[in-house]
């Protein structure tokens, strides 16, 4: 009932800055609470940022804490991440997720996914 299509992707030198974007359609977007999620090559998909549907209320792994920003623009039906100092280790396919639930760390929770947009970051 949700689609998810995420765009910004690309290869960047390590300190530079990428803008993720989620574009959603289906229903309405403001009920559900969005992720972002990454899994690079040989590893678990790991959680990166969420914002809550309620209050905007953020949540971001402590990898990326200060360095990266989730928002949402509901008007757009759509929801980025922005990325600053990016360093080599955040290289990943990186997702976003949509969920109905208060649990917004945890992947199992997530009822809808994007196919996914690759970041490399190189030295």
């Known amino acids: 009932q949700v689609q998810l299509v995420e765009s910004g992707g690309g290869a960047v030198q390590a300190g530079d800055s990428l803008r993720l974007s989620c574009a959603a359609s289906?229903?309405?977007?403001?009920?559900?609470?969005m992720g972002w999620f990454r899994q690079a090559p040989g590893k678990e998909r790991e959680f990166v940022a969420a914002?809550?549907?309620?209050?905007?209320?953020?949540y971001y792994a402590d990898f990326v804490k200060g360095r990266f920003t989730i928002s949402r623009d509901n008007a757009k039906n759509t929801v980025y991440l922005q990325m600053k100092s990016l360093k080599t280790e955040d290289t990943a396919v990186y997702y976003c997720?949509?969920?109905?639930?208060?649990?917004?760390?945890?992947?199992?929770?997530?009822?809808?996914w994007g196919q996914g947009t690759q970041v490399t970051v190189s030295s």
């Open positions: 997720a949509a969920t109905g639930t208060n649990v917004l760390r945890r992947a199992e929770n997530y009822d809808y």
């Open positions: 289906g229903r309405t977007f403001s009920r559900y609470a």
């Open positions: 914002i809550s549907w309620s209050e905007s209320i953020t």
